[in-house]
């Protein structure tokens, strides 16, 4: 699963160091800054031509509201830069048939409505509010290329433990558990009964399994064949967005109370998309049959993924000699959270405190107040 999603973990977290160092928030708010028609529909294509890593997508999400984005444009990007890109729709293709990668696309497009729908309604924190409102208090410096990787790295490191669990629980899931065990969680044979316990379940298996994006379709094809309904398996595929290391990221970007928020929005939406786009595809009699194919241990490599991966490795030598050789000195417009490893800009940080005479800079109020507790032990 590494080996499939490194290139895009690389190429995910790059894009984001670009975003944080070069995007104005003027930019950001004339591109994103509202959740128009227009605008989601531009924050939806922008999605699906960027990453399709989880991670990195919550990342790039992140920085576009530290920029001044709506927040839910912004979360309407996330989505879509995990579920409607082109190599999860032709993956699926492979593994589940056309039906499935159809499906992406219309219980996508579902999805994205009834966020659009819910998101403005729900309170957000007041430091996001003002985000979104700030102006810059003073004039930036042009970044460079060795600001990008700084963001990129601190990125990286702020969710290093989240990842390393995430990879270790899915490989494990994947290898360990037996198939008999996911067809014993499905109802079935019990008309939209089981269509309803299965689209509801369906995330939470990805809650558990720790899979994401392109990662998940593997497993989602040892579901289908195990038993679970087309409603289910396609919002256990767009589930990843609350796989638990994901749930723990969100909690360290907005808070425990937003994050919950949001995850009960996700697992609302994804199971009202699942059972939308099956009984659509039910009425335009297009349900695809069971088949043979068991594809629980199954390896999604090509020559394809083998050199995206060589490219992003080259990628990621030249990130870590840019972030290696950059400013770090006193008057560099950047500061390293010493709590999450994350990069913050000094002008606009979201907490500073001054110790021993050298002032620290924190990507949040919980980052200052756990720094402010290390140094009074």
Request: aromatic share 12%.
């Amino acid at each position: 699963m590494f080996f499939d999603t490194f290139w895009a973990l690389v190429l995910g977290f790059a894009i984001s160091g670009a975003i944080q160092a070069f995007t104005s928030r003027e930019k950001a708010l004339a591109a994103l800054g509202n959740h128009k028609p227009a605008t989601i529909v531009k924050a939806s294509f922008l999605g699906a031509i960027s990453s399709s890593c989880s991670y990195a997508a919550s990342a790039i999400a992140k920085s576009l509201i530290d920029k001044g984005a709506d927040f839910t444009t912004a979360i309407v990007f996330m989505f879509a830069s995990t579920n409607l890109v082109f190599e999860l729709g032709l993956v699926m293709w492979t593994l589940l048939g056309w039906q499935f990668a159809i499906a992406e696309f219309v219980g996508g497009f579902l999805m994205i409505i009834l966020l659009t729908l819910i998101l403005p309604k729900l309170h957000l924190p007041k430091k996001i509010r003002l985000l979104a409102m700030a102006e810059d208090s003073m004039p930036k410096k042009k970044s460079t290329w060795h600001d990008a990787a700084g963001f990129t790295v601190g990125d990286l490191t702020m969710v290093r433990t989240e990842l390393v669990i995430g990879f270790l629980v899915a490989g494990l899931a994947d290898t360990l558990i037996p198939i008999s065990w996911w067809h014993n969680l499905f109802l079935s044979g019990h008309g939209i009964f089981s269509t309803i316990e299965n689209v509801i379940l369906g995330p939470f298996i990805a809650f558990i399994s720790f899979v994401c994006s392109v990662g998940n379709v593997p497993l989602s094809a040892a579901l289908w064949n195990s038993g679970i309904s087309f409603g289910g398996t396609i919002s256990f595929i767009f589930a990843d967005l609350v796989a638990l290391p994901l749930v723990l990221i969100y909690k360290k970007f907005f808070g425990l109370k937003l994050s919950m928020k949001l995850v009960a929005v996700f697992w609302f939406t994804m199971s009202i998309s699942g059972f939308l786009t099956e009984k659509l595809f039910s009425l335009f009699n297009l349900l695809p049959t069971k088949h043979a194919l068991m594809a629980h241990n199954l390896h999604i490599g090509n020559n394809f993924t083998s050199w995206m991966n060589l490219i992003a490795l080259m990628v990621s030598i030249v990130i870590i000699v840019l972030y290696k050789t950059r400013n770090e000195g006193i008057d560099s417009a950047y500061a390293k959270d010493v709590i999450c490893g994350m990069q913050v800009e000094k002008a606009t940080a979201a907490a500073t405190f001054e110790h021993n005479g050298e002032m620290y800079y924190f990507c949040a109020p919980g980052c200052m107040e756990g720094f402010k507790s290390s140094v009074s032990v």
